[in-house]
T-cell receptor
Framework: GQQLNQSPQSMFIQEGEDVSMNCTSS?????WLWYKQDPGEGPVLLIA?????ELTSNGRLTAQFGITRKDSFLNISASIPSDVGIYFC????????????FGAGTQVVVTP | SQTIHQWPATLVQPVGSPLSLECTVE??????LYWYRQAAGRGLQLLFY??????ISSEVPQNLSASRPQDRQFILSSKKLLLSDSGFYLC???????????FGPGTRLTVT
């Protein structure tokens, strides 16, 4: 089956710094999604990507759908304390309509 | 606008007892519905999904079952809980041919 690798596992950054994380797949994805989860809550959708090469922003967040369709990147600029949480990538493959495969998550900790 | 509800929010049950978790969606019709389990705050495991009333697909053989008695209601059940059933259970929906999934607030289940 498809494998989805997300890195890094965790990041400790200072307020104001930029954050980058990525996901790679062993096979082609049609859709990439990025979620953020706060402790004890359900994941919240941040950005959805549907086309190879697509670059989409949501405030200080920017995500890209890789040209090879096997990877995606999420950048957070000028981090603030409320950026703390776990960020998940998710992808929908060519043979798994309606189902998403999730990365293991990137834990982001922001220090003042 | 669409909203998704889950209850209870938290549950502590003894081993061998039954389980029933409920998920309902408002503001949409004929959604795809999903049950996930999340252990230790990382990694979402798809348990069941449903594309319509009475239609359930199981992703992982386990001690759990799911039912969809109404269009916007999804229930997760067990006849006898195991210690390994402890975790954070998330319900999600998608619709309109789109692949974005939207999550509920989750149920924290502790089996003692």
């Amino acid at each position: 089956g498809q494998q989805l690798n997300q890195s890094p596992q965790s990041m400790f950054i200072q307020e104001g710094e930029d954050v980058s994380m990525n996901c790679t797949s062993s096979s082609i994805f049609n859709t990439w999604l990025w979620y953020k989860q706060d402790p004890g809550e359900g994941p919240v959708l941040l950005i959805a990507l549907y086309k190879a090469g697509e670059l989409t922003s949501n405030g200080r967040l920017t995500a890209q759908f890789g040209i090879t369709r096997k990877d995606s990147f999420l950048n957070i600029s000028a981090s603030i304390p409320s950026d703390v949480g776990i960020y998940f990538c998710a992808g929908q493959g060519t043979d798994s309509w309606g189902k998403l495969q999730f990365g293991a998550g990137t834990q982001v900790v922001v220090t003042p | 606008s669409q909203t998704i509800h889950q209850w209870p929010a938290t549950l502590v049950q003894p081993v061998g007892s039954p389980l029933s978790l409920e998920c309902t969606v408002e503001g949409t019709s004929n959604p795809n519905l999903y049950w996930y389990r999340q252990a230790a705050g990382r990694g979402l495991q798809l348990l069941f999904y449903s594309v319509g009333i009475g239609q359930i697909s199981s992703e992982v053989p386990q001690n759990l079952s799911a039912s969809r008695p109404q269009d916007r209601q999804f229930i997760l059940s067990s006849k006898k809980l195991l210690l390994s059933d402890s975790g954070f259970y998330l319900c999600a929906w998608s619709g309109g041919g789109a692949f974005e999934q939207y999550f509920g607030p989750g149920t924290r289940l502790t089996v003692t």
